[in-house]
């Protein structure tokens, strides 16, 4: 019987699985389960964004004056996709799941990644991902061993990047829940402690999971706009709420670009992209930072999608699923901004 790729089919994307919570589980533990081949990152295929070919990394929203600048990039972006398997037959997603990798391109690499072709050649591994009840599983060690899993896959292509297609370029990291999970291990284990690696390091967007405040030794937080060699994230919930999971970590405000609380107005909002991918949404909301979350008034706009997971009350605030596509042009124009200051440093001007 075929897994179900997603439970909601207008917002497949949706990591709010609802009613599909209990039955995600595989049916065997980790150590009995059946792992997919690992990838090879030779082949291209193991990829779902290459610069040196069409994909979905290319794209940017209709009915924009928005350009795909790969091309002429001064930049590499290394970009780690979230979860886009849900699968209960096994706990990592095969590479070989053409479903997965097709939902995988339209929704995330299309919708987050392209965030960065206007400054950045994108590269963007597919892996094997951990099934999302990896997050949810509290009784067994399985999840952490999916997760475990996953991670090898994400440093083995970055590797597989610096030795093959970096060739000392300037490096952006850039991640989404999942993803942010296993991109934060990586800059501990290559950045944190490399001051070569450091020194490539334009910024860092760690966004939608939590990261803690001495997540790193060297590695701080970005303080405003400008500044390189950081990192910044931030989780969305509704303003006046709160969100367990990833209250008390890391918030840079996406308007802003700061970590104060001082409430950012719409007015600095340069434009949200909806799930329909149809043009940018100016002013689309405010944003606050809150004990590591970042406030916003929801708009009445549609296309930014709460983070519905029935007996999970305290989770129905989050705009988790919209943590790029309310921000999309403030992050596009950030790294813009981040780029030509780490390019004048570099240069000595």
Request: some cysteine; aromatic content about 12%.
């Amino acid at each position: 019987m075929r897994t179900r790729l997603f439970c909601l089919p207008v917002l497949g994307v949706l990591l709010a699985l609802g009613s599909c919570i209990n039955v995600i589980k595989p049916g065997k533990d980790f150590t009995r389960a059946v792992t997919p081949s690992a990838p090879d990152y030779s082949q291209e295929d193991n990829w779902a964004a290459l610069p040196t070919r069409r994909d979905s990394a290319d794209a940017v929203p209709r009915n924009t004056l928005l350009h795909d600048q790969q091309a002429t990039a001064p930049v590499d972006v290394f970009f780690v996709h979230p979860t886009t398997y849900y699968g209960r037959t096994q706990w990592n997603a095969s590479l070989t799941d053409a479903r997965v990798n097709r939902f995988t391109d339209a929704s995330t690499i299309r919708k987050q990644a392209s965030a960065f072709n206007g400054v950045g050649r994108i590269y963007a591994p597919r892996y094997r991902q951990a099934t999302l009840f990896s997050f949810f599983d509290e009784k067994t060690a399985s999840g952490q061993d999916a997760l475990n899993l996953a991670y090898s896959d994400v440093k083995t292509a970055f590797q597989y990047y610096l030795d093959h297609y970096n060739q000392g370029r300037p490096i952006i990291i850039a991640s989404h829940s999942q993803g942010t999970f296993h991109a934060t291990r990586l800059l501990r284990e290559c950045f944190d402690q490399n001051p070569k690696l450091r020194k490539q390091l334009v910024a860092a967007y760690l966004i939608g999971f939590k990261v803690k405040p001495e997540e790193y030794q060297v590695l701080r937080p970005c303080d405003d706009s400008t500044q390189t060699g950081c990192y910044v994230g931030w989780n969305t919930v509704e303003w006046g709420n709160e969100y367990p999971p990833f209250q008390g970590g890391v918030a840079v405000n996406p308007l802003t670009w700061t970590r104060d609380t001082t409430a950012a107005s719409a007015s600095l909002n340069l434009g949200g992209v909806p799930y329909s991918f149809a043009g940018l949404d100016k002013q689309v909301v405010d944003a606050k930072v809150h004990n590591g979350l970042v406030w916003i008034h929801p708009t009445s706009r549609p296309g930014y999608p709460r983070f519905l997971l029935p007996g999970r009350p305290e989770l129905r605030h989050s705009f988790h699923i919209a943590d790029y596509g309310l921000f999309y042009n403030n992050i596009r124009q950030n790294a813009a901004a981040r780029v030509r200051a780490y390019r004048l440093l570099t240069s000595g001007g």
